[in-house]
């Protein structure tokens, strides 16, 4: 076991969620749960995360910031989606608005499907997540930087200069 | 004089007992907060895991200068340890500051030129106090070398209490406690994102990681000089201190910058001075 495992750190970012599976990830940093005796930290810095934990669902104004984020993050690195929106869209996959799960933007590593997904299963999707950053690692993959070529609005920006 | 062994022992023993230290302190801390907490070996699995990962920085310095930082902060200790010139030691400490600080400005990012900001601010706040505890060694033992500091049989902790009272409220600032953890911050917390780390990942962050640990065992070497004339006495109040620095760590909130400043100085310059004036006078004004 590399030491990767026993201190995976996350990012959250809260994409177009209702709040709900927000509330049940920080349930999981609470002394009930208590994720940090597993080395989990919330570090709400790209930079120095490996796991990027997503809640909700792709709109026009995260999508940019998503793939900002995982851009930023040094590789190896996994993508955790939390709750059903996060996963395919859930009950606003039809949203004039919604471009549908997060997967559509970003590869995602492990699925965690609920509405809102208990601490339970976002702890065992994280670790789930652990497996997959090993194997990562052991097979030097490294990951794709990802852009919206096809996106209209991200043209408009990308004109303006380098960023 | 210099002692070139207990330098070499420092440089291999420092980082496990500081990695130890910081490893007890979350847990101790997360027993406080009525969490299990992560096990004692964590910061060692951190480090290791930071040297698993890819180095990106945005500007290729940054790597340059946390190896400065790390080097000056590995001289400073291993010359206090040697028994070396106390005042080098401080200005090698301040270097090693400085070059923290160059890296945290070499990256064009917003936090990270706020963290830089902060942490010379805080330099400034806890400088005056540190050469002031030089000053009042040298009054209490008449020597500036700390292998004669630390083998004195003068209670220097008696000479110099509001010195030492002073020295541990830099302390604070210096072990990046909150309620002084304005620069950037370590467990789970987050200020400015991280401040000064904020642009550092994979290897470099590691190596700033080991840095502190360095510096934790410096500091507590530091405080142990104030009790140089018994080893028991010295090595448990060096424990009790740390766990007082934990205490104050979970019991208080992230004060304003300027209430930083202030207060260091204003403290440096009442209690050390104070201190220092009543030790002229009971010495008989010579020194
Ligand atoms: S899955 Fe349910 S709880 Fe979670 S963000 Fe979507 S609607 Fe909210």
Redesign the interface.
């Known amino acids: 076991m590399?030491?990767?495992a026993?201190?995976p750190w996350i990012i959250h970012y809260d994409a177009s969620s209702c709040n709900g599976c927000d509330i049940e990830i920080l349930a999981c940093?609470t002394?009930m749960y208590?994720v940090?005796?597993?080395?989990i930290?919330?570090?709400?810095?790209p930079?120095?995360a490996?796991i990027f934990v997503v809640t909700g669902s792709i709109n026009e104004a995260n999508r940019e910031v998503i793939q900002n984020i995982y851009n930023?993050m040094?590789?190896?690195k996994v993508v955790v989606a939390v709750g059903i929106c996060a996963c395919s869209g859930g009950v606003f996959r039809e949203c004039y608005n919604v471009a549908g799960g997060i997967d559509k933007l970003i590869p995602v590593d492990v699925y965690v499907p609920g509405c809102a997904a208990r601490p339970e299963s976002i702890i065992d999707g994280i670790v789930t997540a652990l497996g997959v950053l090993e194997e990562k690692?052991n097979k030097h993959v490294?990951s794709p930087m990802v852009t919206d070529h096809g996106h209209t609005h991200r043209h408009r920006h990308a004109e303006g200069g380098a960023q | 004089m210099i002692n070139i062994v207990w330098a070499i022992v420092f440089v291999l023993v420092a980082p496990v007992i500081g990695g130890l230290v910081v490893g007890i302190d979350?847990k101790i801390t997360?027993h406080m907060?009525?969490?299990?907490?992560?096990?004692i070996l964590?910061p060692f699995?951190?480090v290791?895991?930071l040297?698993?990962?890819?180095?990106?920085v945005v500007n290729e310095t940054q790597i340059f200068y946390a190896i400065c930082y790390i080097i000056f902060m590995i001289f400073t200790g291993a010359l206090f340890f040697a028994g070396g010139d106390l005042l080098l030691v401080i200005f090698a400490l301040t270097l090693a500051q400085v070059f923290l600080v160059m890296g945290a400005f070499a990256a064009n990012s917003p936090y990270s030129y706020v963290g830089a900001e902060r942490e010379l601010l805080q330099i400034m706040a806890y400088e005056p106090m540190v050469i002031l505890a030089a000053v009042g060694m040298f009054v209490a033992t008449k020597s500036f070398n700390v292998s004669e500091i630390a083998s004195t049989t003068i209670p220097v902790v008696l000479l110099l209490p509001g010195i030492f009272l002073g020295f541990l409220y830099v302390l604070t600032i210096k072990l990046r406690k909150s309620p002084f953890d304005i620069s950037t911050s370590h467990?789970?917390h987050?200020e400015i994102?991280?401040g000064v780390?904020?642009?550092?990942?994979?290897p470099s962050?590691g190596l700033i990681e080991i840095s502190h640990w360095y510096e934790t065992v410096f500091l507590l070497g530091f405080v142990y000089l104030f009790f140089g004339f018994n080893p028991l006495i010295g090595v448990a109040a060096v424990i009790i201190i740390y766990l007082l620095e934990i205490l104050i760590d979970n019991t208080n909130a992230r004060v304003k910058w300027q209430l930083v400043v202030k207060s260091s100085w204003l403290i440096a310059a009442v209690v050390s001075v104070v201190n220092l004036a009543a030790l002229y006078y009971l010495s008989g004004g010579v020194p």
């Open positions: 590399t030491y990767l026993k201190s940093l002394p208590d940090e005796r597993f080395g930290i919330n570090t709400g810095n930079k120095h490996d930023q040094s590789d190896p690692r490294s | 979350r997360a907060q009525g969490r299990v907490g992560p096990p964590q699995y951190d290791g895991k040297f698993e990962k890819e180095q990106t467990h789970a987050q994102v991280k780390t904020t642009e550092f990942s994979g962050l």
